[in-house]
């Protein structure tokens, strides 16, 4: 706590501290987070390592049609592109690549963030303070006033801050952000419980890409897997396009038995097309609105899963439990746990 710059007296109250750490020939970036508990305090720690980032298309590993669809929505002008997802899903990353693809002389890109993650060179960025009540909101405002042509909040989490954000899409701003839903569509019931106005969510907002962080198979216990039919047809496999045999880890000491090891994104763009404007400013609920994206062509992110089962990335039950949520089924993975024969690749 005292190299986190915290209070090491107040135990009753929860913190947030930083600090910077060199480990194994790197800089490491510390975020602590305390909270009271009946036992004693609990720490959290979460390292981020300051060395020498890439941020570009090839680190968000998309696909061909999924990069001709964002290059096409950074290209524009002004309007909302929002990221959604869980924390820990990449969407800081995501975000981060997608300014660097855009930075240039040409253009100003301001951010406000909680906190700066990373810097990049050109890009002006604010980091958050509460405590001298600098939030999103206020930050956001500010920023406006510096003539800006790209802008980016950390998070949307109040009606003022979207309002802010609207307001400044309105007047020709590319704003980029994100929201904590299970899904991209679920993007769009979360800003309309704000009290969003539907005319003006389906006028200014772009797209809406969730996303998701799969563990990707160990390489060094890599083995072949038959899969039944019946298990395949109930998680909505499409065998036909893709079959019944696919790679797992069968665990080792590489892994610590796990079959795992790294991670990688699965993606779900929803585009706000006249259709689906249409189910907004009618408000419907997320059911229809969802219906009405797979129509018009959004893949979802168990589709974008299956994607990296045929690549051999990762496997059928890591992407049925990291999509199970967002996906309407009967039972859970653990219930329809498949009977598989497995041989070594």
Not at 151 to 177: C, K, N, P, Q, Y
Request: proline share 4%; glycine share 6%.
């Amino acid at each position: 706590k005292v190299m986190a710059h915290m209070d090491i007296a107040e135990r009753r109250l929860p913190q947030d501290g930083r600090m910077n750490l060199h480990a194994n020939n790197q800089e490491i970036d510390v975020r602590v987070s305390t909270i009271p508990t009946v036992n004693g305090e609990s720490i959290s720690l979460r390292l981020l390592s300051r060395g020498e980032q890439q941020f570009n298309f090839e680190r968000l590993d998309l696909s061909k049609k999924q990069e001709k669809i964002i290059r096409h929505l950074l290209a524009q002008p002004n309007g909302i592109i929002l990221l959604t997802g869980p924390t820990g899903c990449g969407k800081s990353t995501s975000l981060y690549c997608f300014l660097s693809s855009i930075n240039s002389v040409q253009r100003r890109i301001i951010t406000i963030e909680e906190p700066v993650e990373y810097r990049i060179a050109g890009v002006s960025q604010i980091d958050v303070k509460p405590e001298i009540d600098l939030t999103f909101a206020k930050g956001l405002r500010h920023i406006l006033r510096q003539d800006p042509n790209v802008v980016m909040v950390g998070e949307i989490r109040d009606i003022e801050t979207a309002d802010i954000a609207i307001r400044a899409a309105m007047t020709g701003h590319l704003v980029f952000s994100t929201l904590h839903t299970n899904d991209a569509v679920g993007g769009i019931t979360r800003l309309l419980d704000m009290d969003v106005e539907p005319f003006l969510l389906a006028s200014v907002v772009k797209s809406f890409i969730a996303q998701r962080l799969v563990r990707t198979i160990c390489p060094d216990c890599v083995e072949m897997v038959d899969y039944p039919h019946e298990y395949l047809a109930e998680i909505g496999f499409p065998v036909k396009e893709h079959g019944t045999r696919f790679r797992r880890g069968a665990g080792c000491d590489q892994c610590r038995q796990t079959g795992y090891q790294g991670r990688a994104a699965i993606y779900e763009i929803c585009l706000i097309t006249e259709p689906l404007r249409k189910l907004i400013m009618q408000k419907r609920d997320g059911g229809e609105l969802k219906q009405c994206a797979i129509a018009e062509g959004m893949e979802t992110l168990r589709h974008d899963g299956w994607r990296r089962v045929a690549q051999g990335r990762t496997t059928i039950e890591e992407v049925v439990r990291v999509t199970q949520t967002d996906e309407v089924m009967a039972e859970t993975t653990e219930e329809a746990e498949p009977v598989v024969a497995a041989e070594s690749a």
